[in-house]
């Protein structure tokens, strides 16, 4: 065992939380060192969407769209079914317009704004997740104070007995454990745990159906390490598979495709709906779950085709037609053919949505919109068809460690940890029952910054 490694704040984990933290601890004359389990940095940011979910910005205003921080915080509490932290909610809606311009300052770029999950104003600005953790560790690199390392895993927090502070971390670098001594506080932000499969079915067994995606060093570790400090935990019963993602799906991919929330219908395998699409895609992760095969289909016809969004992924419908999980019919009974749905039954469900429609008023699962009460409902009548197969994928765990809004760690009664920050995935509160689109990763950056701040600060 050798101490090689000395810094004032130690970050747990290079994704987008990990980078905002190391640039704002070393803008504020820490000496950080970053610590990535991986040969690569980026985990989950990296095979993200990119979808951002920020309210009341230039580009929001430049395409007409009225959209404020009260009302995103009016939203996220709401799709959170109120079980979200009112002052973590808060903290998000107070932060977000300065952390979106902080992005745009070290040359983040967002494309067109658009509605998805739980949003009642369209406010996802999409950005390319590689581009933006080039981006941010180009910036890092530019600075003398902040040193990474790949390959190296943070295995336990060590805590000083005397002073019950967190002094260091034991890591394993090239194959060596090494104590880390760190000066100041250390920073967890290592990701959810999508690809533990033994939290998974400790927390939520209900979701075992569900298939799993994320980056490949999310498994929990720094939630672990912080509850063997006596972390408390919130929103575990919450978490849930996303809507939308592709039943082939591979642990690394991104396979979603949104299209309900610009107006497709959600049919099962006999062809009949089974939920108002309009809700939290969280949400219609659990009702796909109660589906045959956990699989649904969503149907949409050319006029939302012709909304598709290239390189946005989750709106990218093209590229999910060249890639063959699209597929496309020149009437609807060619359509559910070729998806094995019955062909008269399909029919006549999009019949009956076409006339709830007309209406505006949908009996039988009460949609009154596209997404929350945003947009209208809109006919499905324009050929060619399309079916997207759709099933819930744990993409994200948005639950995790109790924090203040600074960013400390509570422990089980509330308590701050000394010298233990969180930021990102791995810290609960945000979310709630669900999820509006854009808040993982906007979490990561808004918290992630607040936690480098805070913890550079720390005393010694
Ligand atoms: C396919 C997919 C699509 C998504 N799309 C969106 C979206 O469009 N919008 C949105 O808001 N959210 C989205 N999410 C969720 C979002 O990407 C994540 O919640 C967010 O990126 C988490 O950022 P993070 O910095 O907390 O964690 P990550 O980006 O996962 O980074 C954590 C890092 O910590 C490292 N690490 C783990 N353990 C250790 C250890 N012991 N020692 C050292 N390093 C460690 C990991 O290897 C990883 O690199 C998506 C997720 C996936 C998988």
């Given amino acids: 065992m050798n101490a090689t490694h000395e810094a004032d704040v130690i970050v747990v984990g290079a994704g987008l939380a990990g980078f905002c933290a190391a640039i704002e601890a070393a803008q504020a004359g820490a000496e950080v060192l970053l610590l990535e389990k991986q040969a690569e940095v980026g985990g989950s940011t990296m095979l993200s969407g990119g979808s951002m979910a920020f309210a009341g910005t230039d580009l929001q205003q430049k395409a007409g769209i009225e959209d404020s921080s009260e009302l995103l915080f009016k939203d996220m509490r709401e799709v959170g079914g109120h079980e979200n932290d009112e002052k973590l909610v808060r903290l998000y809606a107070d932060r977000q317009l300065d952390t ?15 509605v998805s999950s739980g949003q009642s104003a369209p406010r996802v600005h999409p950005a390319r997740p590689r581009d933006m953790i080039r981006l941010l560790m180009q910036h890092a690199r530019g600075s003398r104070n902040f040193r990474l390392l790949n390959s190296a895993v943070a295995l336990r927090l060590r805590q000083d007995a005397g002073s019950s502070r967190v002094p260091g971390v034991l890591a394993q670098i090239d194959g060596k454990q090494t104590e880390l001594v760190c000066r100041r506080a250390v920073v967890l932000a290592s990701g959810g745990f999508s690809r533990n499969a033994d939290l998974l079915q400790r927390f939520v067994p209900a979701q075992a159906k569900a298939i799993r995606v994320g980056g490949p060093g999310n498994t929990g570790d720094g939630l672990k390490m912080a509850w063997q400090l006596g972390a408390g935990f919130r929103d575990m019963g919450y978490v849930k ?11 690394e991919e991104h396979t979603a495709l949104m299209a309900v929330y610009k107006g497709a219908i959600a049919v099962n395998q006999n062809g009949e709906r089974f939920v108002n699409e309009s809700i939290s895609y969280k949400l219609l992760g659990d009702a796909v779950l109660q589906q045959s095969s956990a699989v649904g289909y969503q149907i949409f016809d050319q006029s939302i085709m012709d909304q598709a969004v290239a390189g946005v992924p989750m709106f990218d419908y093209q590229k999910r037609l060249t890639q ?21 039954k399909l029919v006549a469900t999009v019949n009956e949505y076409n006339g709830f429609a007309d209406q505006g008023r949908d009996e039988r699962f009460g949609r009154t919109g596209l997404s929350m009460s945003y947009g209208k409902l809109v006919r499905i009548e324009r050929a060619p068809f399309y079916a997207y197969p759709s099933t819930s994928a744990i993409i994200a765990t948005y639950c995790g460690l109790t924090v203040d809004t600074g960013m400390r760690v509570l422990d089980v009664f509330g308590e701050p940890i000394a010298g233990l920050y969180a930021a990102g995935e791995l810290t609960g509160g945000f979310h709630g029952i669900a999820y509006m689109t854009g808040t993982s990763l906007g979490k990561s950056a808004i918290c992630g910054r607040i936690a480098g701040v805070n913890a550079a600060g720390s005393m010694s």
Avoid: M
Wanted: hydrophobic content about 35%.
């Fill in 100 to 114: 979106y311009r902080w992005l745009r300052e070290r040359g983040v770029e967002f494309g067109p704004i658009q």
């Fill in 241 to 251: 598979g996303t809507f939308g993602n592709h039943p082939k799906a591979g642990a």
């Fill in 324 to 344: 063959g999980l699209l597929i496309r019919g020149e009437n609807l009974k060619e359509l559910a053919g070729k998806v094995g749905v019955p062909g008269e």
